[in-house]
């Protein structure tokens, strides 16, 4: 049978194929360390299992579920946007739970983007948006984001181009790979930005919580509700990545359209899953103290790790990566190449990131401070 022309467009996921290379050196007795995905590898609350396992028991759990989610689900997902940004949302009409944030740049896309409609995507950036226009026959459009610049949208610059047809900016704060936060002017910026070009900002937001003690959502910015939808995830900061549970955030008009096609491509999320979510979204900060604890000792040792390899990290890094700059003359892909074949540790390079991420390489926090002792002796030697 011969593929569907859109697949032409885009290629397999980096770190899809790239993996089967690292479990082949595994299989062939390479003792990899993996610093290079963000998987998290610390437990969920145990509040959150307790949930799960109680609804596995309730009336009606094994059946079809709402298409908008369960009410308590939504419930918790309004008061949590309450409690963490001081976001007022209707639970009824202002959210929806996603399979994971990742289904929801898809949905977004599918709702919004015709054939030939152009996409603001960020340089460096999550490749996903960047496949996901291709996917529904979009044009993406790249903005460069700089070390110098912060790693923030330079807005001079995006006046510049031609925006006659662009339906879609995808932003992401704090920002993967290189862990940048926006301030509130920026968001202000944004949502201004989105209406005087009519373009809807979609703000990607699921590390806010981790190694970030000013959480932020872009709808707390005036008037962001008629121009924004923000994505928000459980996958990251209540390691519930496999879980695949996520939110979809923002106006009621909005949030219809994109109903539109979810409810066309799935039937509910199971009512556990939902039931242990809920429980995720009503714990309170100490969950998050508790969790960076761990993560700020991790970081320690990944820096260490820099220093000895002679890369230089970015500064005021939030989420659960390290950035780092390779040394000079230098490739990313070399760089990390050299690491794997030579040292048997992992990381992912920059330049698959988008362009302006050639140089770099991103250094994963999602593993135990033994592994990062033992890649730190291989490269001391």
Request: charged share 20%; proline share 6%.
């Amino acid at each position: 049978m011969i593929p569907a022309n859109r697949l032409e467009h885009v290629k397999e996921y980096y770190f899809s194929s790239k993996l089967r290379e690292v479990r082949a050196l595994q299989a062939a007795g390479k003792p990899i360390i993996n610093l290079g995905i963000g998987s998290p590898d610390l437990p969920p609350p145990p509040q959150v299992i307790a949930a799960l396992n109680e609804g596995l028991t309730q009336n009606g759990a094994h059946q079809y579920q709402p298409y908008k989610g369960t009410a308590d689900f939504r419930n918790a997902i309004a008061g949590f946007y309450q409690k963490y940004y001081q976001v007022s949302l209707d639970p009824e009409t202002e959210t929806i739970p996603l399979m994971g944030s990742k289904e929801g740049i898809l949905h977004i896309s599918m709702a919004y983007l015709n054939e030939g409609d152009e996409v603001l995507i960020p340089n460096p950036g999550y490749p996903t948006y960047t496949s996901v226009s291709k996917l529904v026959g979009a044009k993406a459009i790249f903005y460069d984001l700089n070390e110098e610049g912060n790693w923030l949208p330079n807005f001079e610059e995006l006046e510049q181009k031609d925006l006659s047809k662009v339906k879609i900016m995808w932003v992401n704060y704090p920002h993967m790979p290189t862990g940048a936060s926006a301030t509130d002017e920026v968001f202000e910026q944004l949502v201004a930005f989105g209406k005087k070009h009519q373009i809807l900002i979609v703000n990607d937001n699921p590390y806010s919580f981790i190694l970030n003690e000013n959480s932020k959502s872009i709808l707390k910015a005036e008037g962001a509700k008629a121009v924004a939808l923000e994505l928000n995830s459980l996958s990251k900061s209540f390691n519930m990545a496999g879980w695949r549970v996520g939110m979809l955030s923002g106006s009621a008009k909005n949030i219809e359209t994109v109903l539109k096609v979810k409810t066309n491509m799935d039937s509910g999320m199971f009512y556990p899953v939902q039931a242990g979510a809920t429980a995720a979204l009503k714990l309170d900060k100490n969950w998050f103290d508790s969790m960076n604890s761990v993560y700020k000792s991790r970081r320690a040792k990944i820096l260490e790790l820099a220093a000895a390899l002679n890369c230089t990290p970015g500064k005021e890094q939030a989420g659960m990566f390290i950035w780092c700059k390779v040394p000079e003359g230098k490739s990313s892909e070399e760089f990390v190449d050299n690491l794997l074949h030579e040292h048997s540790i992992f990381t992912a390079p920059g330049f698959i990131f988008g362009d302006m991420g050639e140089g770099y390489i991103r250094f994963s926090l999602c593993t135990d401070e033994k592994n990062v002792d033992e890649a730190i002796k291989r490269i001391k030697g």
